[in-house]
C-alpha cells in the first residue's frame, strides 16, 4: 500500500512568488494534517481536515496560506505571496484512527 | 499550553557506542501519549513508539529502548550499541487526549553515527 506522498520534494522560489504544495494520503484515510518545520526548529502543527473539512486550523500563520481538499482526497497548501519566514520543511500525514502517517515533506526555500 | 524540548541539537556517537537522547515535555494535562519518530535522510517520518502516560513502565524493543519518568516530565530514547543505520534527526512528540489529531513535536535531535 502506498505511502502518504508529496509532491514536490523540493521547491526553490523567490519572494513575492507563489508556490503549492500538494499531499496524497493514504487511501482511505478520512484525517489529513500539515505540519511544518522551520529552520531546524520544532514541527509545528498547521491544521487538520477531516475529509474536505478544516477540523483545527488554528495553527496557520497568517492569511498568505490557504489549504484545500478537494473532494476529502489529496490536498494542497498555498502559499501567496510567500516571504523568507516561509521557507522550511512541510510535511502532510494522514490517519484514519490512532496513528499518524507522515510523507516524505516538501523542502520550501524562499529566495 | 503543551511543549516539548529536546535540548541536545546534534550528538555524534563511534558505531557501538550506547546513546541516548533526551525529551522533556510540558502539559497541564495528566492523560496524554508520547511519541518518538526517526526522520532518515529520505525523510518521512517513520513512527517509533507511542506510550499512554498511564504507562509508566520502560519499553525495549531490540536495541531500542525508551524511558518514561512521569516524576521529571522526561521521555528519554536510548539506543545500544548504536549502528551507521542509526543515523538520523529524531523527534519526540506529545498528543493530548482530547485532541488527538494535534502533534506537539520537540526541535528534533540529529544523531551521527560513524564507522
Redesign the interface.
Known sequence: EA??TQFP?HSVIEKGQTVTLRCDPISGHD?L?W?R?VM??????LL?FVKESK??ES?MPNNRFLAERTGGTYSTLKVQPAELEDSG?Y?C?S?QV????????TRLTVL | AQK?TQAQ?EISVVEKEDVTLDCVYETRDTTYYLFW?KQPP??????LI?RNSFDEQNEISGRYSWNFQKSTSSFNFTITASQVVDSAVY?C?LVRVD??????????TKLNVKP
Open positions: 505511502g502518504v520534494s484525517n494534517y505540519y518545520r531546524g526548529k520544532e514541527i509545528k502543527f487538520h477540523q483545527d495553527g520543511v510535511f500525514a490517519s490512532g496513528e499518524q502517517f507522515f510523507g516524505p515533506g | 516539548v541539537t519518530y529520505s525523510g518521512e517520518l517513520v513512527f507511542r523527534f512528540a485532541n488527538f489529531n494535534k502533534f506537539y513535536f520537540g526541535s528534533g
